[in-house]
């Protein structure tokens, strides 16, 4: 945890250090993944949400200044959340470091599972949580044969969601396929789907 004194309040921010991120920096680019959407990943978003009946699902890839979902699938409604001036926030390709959860689960090496947030302090005060009315998270790393951890596949909701094993089972295996198509489509130039 770092402490920010340009934040409200000298809010704690409770993203990890991540000591791996310039390292990723270079095997993303190696890839050429996180700089550009990719329609296969949107595609592998898609299908993701489907099966995990979630109304938001990516493919993100975490370099050193940022969090860019390649994939990602909205539900085509708007956030819960009405800003001051009467708008409701979008959620875009782009998020900063320490906001989400994904941060967390490319640290940790290990999928996350929040069914309700605000069940866990440490998580409770993220700025999705207040800023787009996230409630419940579940995400995995997407870790390369190399032993990188490029970035995370994840679904969330605005609700709370009881994932239970069977969601932790379906975002692993669904992780590790993702893995596998992406170093096939490195290693023989094969589209992803």
Not at 78 to 89: I, Q
Not at 179 to 191: F, I, T
Request: charged share 25%.
């Amino acid at each position: 945890m770092r402490y920010d004194p340009s934040r409200p309040a000298g809010r704690l921010l409770l993203t990890p250090e991540d000591k791996e991120a310039p390292a990723r920096t270079r095997r993303l680019g190696q890839l050429h993944l996180g700089e550009h959407p990719d329609p296969d990943l949107d595609a592998y978003a898609d299908r993701l949400a489907e099966v995990t009946g979630a109304p938001y699902a990516m493919v993100n890839f975490i370099d050193e200044n940022r969090q860019f979902f390649a994939g990602l699938h909205l539900p085509g409604v708007p956030l819960p959340v009405v800003k001051p001036d009467g708008s409701r926030p979008e959620m875009g390709r782009e998020l900063a470091r320490d906001h989400g959860f994904c941060p967390h689960v490319v640290v940790r090496r290990k999928a996350l599972v929040l069914e309700d947030v605000c069940d866990y302090p440490r998580f409770a005060g993220n700025p999705v949580v207040d800023e787009f009315g996230i409630r419940s998270y579940l995400g995995a790393p997407l870790i390369d044969s190399t032993g990188m951890v490029l970035g995370t596949l994840c679904v969330v909701d605005v609700e709370p969601r009881p994932w239970g094993r069977a969601g932790l089972e379906t975002i692993k295996a669904s992780a590790a396929e993702l893995v596998a198509r992406l170093e096939r489509r490195e290693a023989d130039g094969l589209p992803l789907l």
